[in-house]
């Protein structure tokens, strides 16, 4: 067994936390070892975790850095700690007691595998799936979801290789993330997983999702109001431009910008409550951010904090 250091990352989601530390503490392996990185959280968790899992470490950001550059810090961590895989968990999850028992057959398995993705189901209906692995398509510049919202009757039950994995549940390996480098921060949250699957790819190594490592995802915790949320809207907008920039070209960036401008702008007009105006007011201003060059954290009146 590989030594493997799980990362979750906590941003004002306690209660989440400690149900997934709690999930964690049914793995059956002995080799290895949890970090968890608070992002600047209204409330310390430290003392919580402590007082439950105090085998778990805790890495306290001074900052809100986002999913990718809070998720760095943890890979950073257990690199320096001697991870030869690091997993990145959600903290609105719960695991198979199996998993990295899964995730180590895969790794023997799949030698060229540079990142494993688990299958994921819903939370709140166990038997649905969430995701099974993907697939790029260039026309829309989007990826597919295999298996998404589909019963699970065995039809993925194949390891099978993917063009992206979901940082929801993503594993790595010491290796590529040393060839590739980390997830790209200017991201801050939605996309960054794409983004380093497809380095991973491009890099030579393989993509694959075992569907014996097995996760249930809550999902939406960092997005109330799931997908109609307007910060949603803004990172979706604004992140899919630059990964098109870094991964595709200008031409799509350019396409797709006119084309996502339009239909929000076209959203906004005839949008019949505030909230979903709000929605395609920050996705549109995310398309401008992109052109002006302004990555990071999305501004306080999208999140609804001004």
């Given at each position: ?30 080799n290895h070892h949890i970090i968890v990185v608070d992002n600047h959280s209204d409330l310390n968790p430290k003392a ?159 993509l694959w999702v075992i569907p014996q490592a097995q996760v249930w995802h809550q999902g939406s915790a960092s997005f ?83």
């Amino acid at each position: 067994m590989p030594c493997i250091f799980i990362v979750v990352l906590n941003w004002n989601g306690l209660e989440n936390t400690l149900g997934c530390l709690q999930s964690l503490a049914q793995l059956r392996s002995q080799n290895h070892h949890i970090i968890v990185v608070d992002n600047h959280s209204d409330l310390n968790p430290k003392a919580a975790i402590a007082a439950q899992f105090p085998q778990v470490e805790v890495l306290e950001n001074q900052e809100n850095l986002g999913f990718s550059g809070g998720c760095n810090r943890g890979i950073q961590l257990a690199l320096d700690r001697g991870a030869d895989w690091v997993l990145l968990l959600n903290n609105d999850t719960q695991v198979d007691p199996q998993l990295l028992h899964a995730f180590a057959q895969g790794i023997a398995d799949h030698p060229q595998g540079g990142a494993f993705g688990a299958k994921i189901y819903q939370a709140q209906r166990p038997d649905r799936l969430e995701f099974c692995g993907g697939d790029y398509v260039a026309k829309s510049a989007r990826f597919t979801n295999r298996g998404y919202h589909q019963r699970d009757q065995g039809q993925w039950d194949q390891p099978q290789q993917s063009d992206y994995l979901t940082g929801c549940t993503l594993l790595l390996k010491r290796e590529v993330l040393e060839q590739v480098g980390l997830l790209h921060e200017p991201y801050f949250l939605l996309w960054e997983d794409l983004d380093l699957g497809w380095r991973i790819r491009r890099s030579g190594w393989q993509l694959w999702v075992i569907p014996q490592a097995q996760v249930w995802h809550q999902g939406s915790a960092s997005f109330k109001g799931g997908r109609w949320a307007a910060h949603y809207w803004y990172f979706d907008a604004r992140n899919q431009l630059l990964w098109l920039e870094r991964n595709v070209g200008w031409r799509s960036v350019l396409w797709q910008s006119c084309r996502r401008t339009g239909k929000h702008g076209w959203n906004y007009l005839r949008a019949k409550t505030a909230g979903d105006r709000q929605a395609q007011k920050a996705a549109l201003v995310g398309i401008w951010h992109y052109f002006r060059r302004r990555f990071g954290n999305c501004p306080p009146w999208v999140m609804g904090t001004d």
